[in-house]
């Protein structure tokens, strides 16, 4: 199935109490549980400016096992190796920060 990625904003409201915006964030990844070979698929033009995007990929631990600057040539990200368990994927643009879980199996 497809990955849908959301990110969250929150701002304070005239109450003190959160205000929390979901947002549909540009990036598919797929296929989630998969085997460790990552497919992306940039849905639109919000990150016309590639090389601006960092890639980065952790254990649940922290661990990073991936890292690229270069995403504008990235199709799919091999981890197979690695073990199984949770992964999360942390794409930066220069403003946000955007994070998907990732389950390999």
Request: hydrophobic share 35%; proline share 4%.
């Amino acid at each position: 199935g497809e990955s849908l990625w959301y990110m969250l904003k929150a701002k304070t409201s005239s109450t003190g109490l959160f205000d929390v915006l979901k947002e549909d964030l540009p990036i598919i990844i797929y296929p989630n549980p998969g085997s460790g070979r990552i497919q992306f698929t940039i849905k639109n033009s919000q990150f016309a400016n590639y090389n601006k995007l960092e890639l980065s990929i952790y254990t649940i631990k922290g661990a990073k096992v991936f890292q690229s600057t270069n995403v504008n040539s990235l199709l799919s990200i091999d981890i197979s190796e690695n073990p199984n368990g949770i992964y999360f994927i942390e794409i930066k643009d220069g403003k946000r920060i955007y994070t998907k879980k990732y389950i390999k199996q």
